[in-house]
């Protein structure tokens, strides 16, 4: 491929292709509150498909429906992964422009879902009607999973991949969430954490008491306090008996491949506004706590009284959202049922665990085929500075299609970049960053048609 030639059909393509975007970030496609023109991101998603010649189906579940699509020729297959719901976007007054009314200021554009995974979406369908100009047809056949429910933890997805494994048959998969790390550099990321998410409830008197019955009346917020001190110690360390122990060992080419990452501890806390990581960690320690540790995470705290002034109550009852990362060896229902069985030693059986949801961790070897078709294809692009992560701190229902399915499956492409402030108030995209993504993908595609 003559790059001049890509870059010159990209750059008379570029007004009408992020006019497609601002098209698609108009959709309130908000999975946690539904609404009327929810469904408008669906039909939208069908509607492109359908102009590249797809055949597409919209599929219901028993919640939000799943576009699926199948294009192209040919023995290989490729599946590409994405979502056209969002996050809720408040808090509103947060924003410094309507999250559904797309705004470009110096060169980067804002809106809800643009970075998470509109963006993502959308450049995999252009940089196919570049591909088409530069080659024609595809040699290989592609097959988009679009779903509606990831940011409420595809609670559907599992019941249509089970159903469809054959449909989803192929040799690679594309997963949503490519990024550029702190430094800009492309990264390829080959798994996801596991996650099991839980409320842990507590309860005191049947009503909220005058605190002068505080010596007296069981405090639940107490209580919560002294269950969550069994979980983790005062050094930061999980104590929670037998979880540690579950998860597998970190294998060889992980550490190698995390031995290879650029990483400016520095910079990240400063972008946090930190000035430690927890329990000190430093250097590349932090890495691998990061990436191939699992972790006990408290999300929230509720109970009592938290408004302006003063009001002297022993609150009624108290609940903690927690969240637990998890690695290979884990697993969320094991998790859920080593919990219960900690409380229960440890005194605790009037605590209540409510399973909220979780998914199980997923992982693609680092020296996998498509991995390499990853990195080959930034190179294609003049970039050899691609980071290959084994794995992702965040979660996701990657093992439906890595480890049910057995699709060696990778998250590529850079629409987001460090400061894209995913799931946050302004999330954003840098242009640059998404043009290149097109190039990218047209690129990734060429790849993978050569390797036929």
């Given at each position: ?11 008379d393509a570029r007004e009408g ?321 080593l919990l219960r069985r900690h ?54 229902p990657t093992s439906l299609i ?51």
């Open positions: 491929m003559a790059a001049d030639d890509l870059n010159r059909l990209l750059d292709f992020l006019e497609e975007l601002v098209e698609f970030l108009r959709i309130p496609s908000i999975s946690a509150q539904g609404g009327e023109r929810f469904r408008e991101g669906a039909g939208w998603v069908r509607q492109k498909l359908e102009k590249l010649g797809a055949e597409v189906e919209v599929v219901e579940t028993g919640g939000h429906p799943v576009v699926y699509a199948e294009l192209g020729e040919g023995e290989r297959m490729l599946l590409s992964y994405g979502h056209y719901d969002v996050q809720p976007p408040e808090p509103l007054e947060l924003w410094e422009s309507d999250p559904f009314e797309p705004v470009v200021r110096d060169g980067v554009l804002y809106a809800r879902g643009v970075a998470d995974d509109k963006g993502d979406v959308l450049s995999r369908i252009q940089a196919i009607r570049l591909y088409r100009r530069l080659y024609g047809e595809l040699p290989f056949r592609v097959k988009f999973l679009v779903e509606g429910e990831e940011e409420i933890g595809s609670p559907n997805l599992g019941s249509f991949v089970r159903s469809n494994a054959q449909r989803l048959a192929a040799d690679a998969c594309l997963w949503e969430g490519g990024a550029k790390d702190e430094g800009g550099r492309p990264v390829v990321c080959c798994g996801t954490k596991g996650l099991a998410y839980v409320e842990l409830r507590t309860r005191g008197a049947s009503h909220d008491l005058h605190s002068m019955y505080g010596g007296i009346a069981p405090n639940p917020v107490w209580r919560l306090v002294q269950v969550l001190r069994t979980i983790k110690d005062e050094r930061g360390e999980i104590t929670l008996e037998g979880f540690l122990e579950m998860a597998d060992e970190p294998t060889e080419e992980d550490r190698e491949a995390i031995a290879k990452i650029p990483f400016d501890g520095g910079a990240l806390m400063e972008s946090w506004g930190v000035s430690a990581f927890d329990r000190n960690l430093s250097g590349r320690e932090v890495l691998e706590e990061y990436l191939l540790r699992p972790t006990a995470n408290i999300a929230g705290i509720q109970s009592g009284y938290t408004g302006p002034g003063s009001k002297t109550i022993v609150p009624a009852e108290a609940f903690v959202k927690m969240d637990f990362r998890l690695v290979s060896g884990q697993s969320p229902k094991a998790v859920v049922e409380l229960h030693e440890h005194g605790f059986d009037d605590v209540e665990v409510v399973e909220m949801h979780g998914v199980e961790p997923a992982k693609t070897p680092v020296d996998s085929p498509v991995v390499k078709t990853s990195v080959a294809a930034w190179e294609d692009c003049g970039r050899d500075d691609a980071v290959v992560y084994p794995t992702i701190g965040g979660s996701g890595a480890t049910e399915l057995g699709i060696p499956t990778v998250m590529t492409g850079n629409v987001a970049f460090a400061g894209s402030r995913i799931h946050s108030p302004n999330e954003c995209v840098r242009l640059e960053d998404y043009f290149e993504t097109v190039a990218y993908f047209t690129r990734f595609f060429r790849r993978f048609a050569d390797e036929r």
